[in-house]
């Protein structure tokens, strides 16, 4: 266990597919309401069948003006407004020394692909003789956090994860860590994606891991995942700093575990997420049984479900049995590098209400699926402790841990 500063949540900003801020991102997760629908954002007659979870009623326009939109993807935009929500939901200003103790960390596996598609597009569709003059400060993987930096002015750390389906949780984690090391003071943190377009989902399509009814995470009858978007973002600042100012404290980030496989770029190993959960456990000096709910990676895939189960077993022991574990993609789908964002937000929301959020579209039991997955709707209970789990393509594992503050 590594001691250092106690480190807290204090705001938390949410765009996702079944509620465009944090009540209602938490409503409908409470009360297993899912988001997944044929896309409007593709014409659904391309594609073979799949559905997807986007963001609905997002009007950008009630955000930025016309010229603070020019240099923005999607993924930009939807990472600023959730981080302006997180900020003023934390009463938190960045105006004075604090900015530049701050840190921008924001995870995103794919960056400007909407900018990337619109590109690809006027190139070889339309035959173009060139793209948009600011086709590359908009598809970067940087400019959420770049964009972040700038709106809220935030001068201290600032960069971009991308660890795939990790990358959220790699930035979460990081910014955790440098704070309790007395790196920075304060962060803003989280992820965010927007990836519903004709490429990406032509790319996944051709995996054959998409489903055409809608996810069933750890459940019989299950065809895969369901591509999502959204952000989550969050403000971390040290325990000693929210009492200070009388902030509101909505959970404490307690542990971070990283692990790679190091063995397939697409398949999921078991050993390497056990691996990243016991060194969560470690880091925020928990044994397993003191875990009260887990929100798990759940993707809804064959192989993924079957080795988390796996990987649950390897690592909490016995105590599993008496563990529940949800995958709340069941409702938001995957929002690749936004996942572990909108999942950890889930977490530390199940800590601060007592409610384990359920896994929506069960069917019921896979025989090697054999765990509580809190199927009949949400659980009430008592959850002084979370653990949300993100595992990604290349093997990248990472775990993060939270405790009611």
């Known amino acids: 266990m590594t001691t250092g500063r106690r480190v807290v949540v204090t ?24 988001g997944i629908a044929p896309p409007t954002r593709v014409d659904p007659d391309i594609l073979a069948g799949e559905m997807v979870a986007e963001v609905k009623d997002f009007d950008p326009s009630a955000h930025f003006t ?34 530049e103790r701050t840190a921008a960390i924001i995870g995103t596996g794919i960056g ?36 972040v930096s700038m709106h809220l002015g935030v001068r201290g750390p600032s960069f971009g994860i991308v660890s795939a389906c990790s990358s959220a949780t790699h930035a979460i984690g990081t ?3 440098m704070i309790r090391a007395g790196l920075t003071d304060a962060a803003i943190t989280g992820g965010a994606e927007s990836c519903i377009n004709l490429g990406t989902l032509k790319g996944w399509e051709a995996m054959r891991v998409m489903a055409n009814d809608t996810c069933r995470p750890f459940s019989k009858g299950r065809r895969g995942l369901v ?26 980030v307690i542990g971070f575990g990283m692990s790679a496989d190091a063995a397939d770029l697409t398949n999921p190993d078991v050993g390497g997420m056990a691996r990243a959960m016991r060194a969560c456990l470690d880091d925020a000096g928990l044994e397993p049984g003191d875990v009260d709910y887990i929100n798990a990676h759940g993707t809804g895939t064959a192989a993924n479900d079957k080795a988390e189960t796996a990987a649950l077993k390897s690592a909490f022991g016995d105590a599993i049995g008496s563990i529940p574990a949800s995958s709340t993609k069941s409702m938001v789908g995957h929002a690749l590098g936004a996942a572990g964002a909108l999942e950890f937000a889930a977490a530390v929301l199940a800590v601060r209400n007592n409610v384990a959020p359920p896994t929506a579209n069960y069917l019921g039991p896979d025989p090697a699926c054999d765990l509580d997955y809190v199927t009949e709707g949400p659980r009430p209970m008592p959850i002084d402790v979370a653990v949300s789990n993100s595992f990604a393509f290349g093997g990248l594992n990472a775990v993060l841990a939270a405790r009611a503050a």
Request: glycine share 12%.
């Open 11 to 34: 705001g938390i900003g949410v765009l996702s597919p079944i509620g465009n801020d944090l009540a209602s991102y938490w409503d409908s997760l409470a009360n297993g309401r899912v």
């Open 175 to 177: 910014a955790f860590h």
């Open 112 to 147: 400007g692909s909407d900018t990337i598609d619109d590109s690809y597009h006027r190139l070889y569709g339309t035959g173009a003789k060139r793209v948009y003059p600011l086709t590359v400060p908009k598809l970067m993987p940087n400019a959420p956090a770049s964009q």
């Open 227 to 252: 591509l999502g978007e959204g952000a989550s973002l969050f403000v971390l600042e040290t325990m000693a700093a929210a009492e200070a100012r009388g902030a509101e404290v909505l959970g404490e």
């Open 66 to 99: 016309d010229r603070e939109l020019a240099p923005l993807d999607r993924v930009s935009q939807i990472a600023v407004v959730a981080a302006r929500q997180a900020v003023d939901q934390a009463g938190i200003d960045f105006s004075g020394d604090l900015g």
